[in-house]
């Protein structure tokens, strides 16, 4: 079983690594990038973010909860995966939206009102990045699922681009089936909710 020191020390160098700092594009109202995990991997570090490990919800290999800003974990969890890396990158996503975002609009790097689904297309693609960046080459998902599926697609076209857009139709279609997935219809997100960004 993971312990909570492990898991802290396996998210902060996930974070700092070369393939994370990698990671720069924006979809939508947020911008993910090496800077922004770095924050985060701070964050980690001082206990700003908490770590939690136990049993997650149907569907979910691990979480970040807004409220309590706290990343989750199953006990199983090994960083010998990349999938498990993978993971923490999505994650640690919607912690730098969290941080980014909670409160007050923030143009460059998120905000409040910036839609729930905006949220999750940025996790999905910056996990696909992740994995792109560690291969050394362009990735196809493992996954039958056409949210891994067309993020790893987006994932293909903007790697190695810094700074890149996520293009507009791209977006949306990532968008739709996640809105469509009922892992998330039912937590309620829909393609115009809200993401539940409060600040760290």
């Not at 312990?3 to 939508?28: C, H, M, Q, W």
């Not at 969290?98 to 910056?126: C, F, K, L, Q, V």
């Not at 507009?168 to 219809?185: C, F, G, S, T, V």
Request: aromatic residues 8%.
């Amino acid at each position: 079983m993971a312990t909570v020191s492990e898991l802290r020390t396996l998210v902060y160098n996930t974070l700092v690594s070369p393939s994370a700092n990698k990671i720069d594009f924006t979809l939508g109202s947020i911008h993910v990038d090496g800077a922004g995990f770095a924050g985060v991997a701070a964050l980690v570090a001082t206990g700003g973010i908490g770590i939690k490990v136990g049993k997650q919800q149907a569907g979910a290999s691990a979480s970040y909860v807004n409220p309590k800003n706290t990343l989750s974990f199953p006990p199983d969890y090994s960083g010998a995966l990349p999938r498990v890396r993978k993971d923490i990158v999505h994650e640690c996503t919607h912690a730098l939206h969290d941080i980014w975002g909670g409160g007050r609009w923030w143009s460059e790097r998120g905000s409040a009102i910036t839609t729930g689904t905006e949220n999750e297309a940025a996790a999905y693609i910056a996990g696909s990045l992740y994995v792109t960046y560690e291969a050394g080459f362009p990735v196809k998902s493992l996954s039958d699922d056409p949210i891994f599926q067309l993020a790893y697609d987006i994932a293909g076209r903007i790697s190695g681009k810094s700074g890149a857009r996520v293009d507009l139709r791209d977006e949306m279609q990532l968008r739709q089936a996640i809105a469509n997935e009922p892992l998330y219809q039912r937590d309620g997100v829909t393609l115009w909710s809200r993401t539940r960004a409060d600040g760290i």
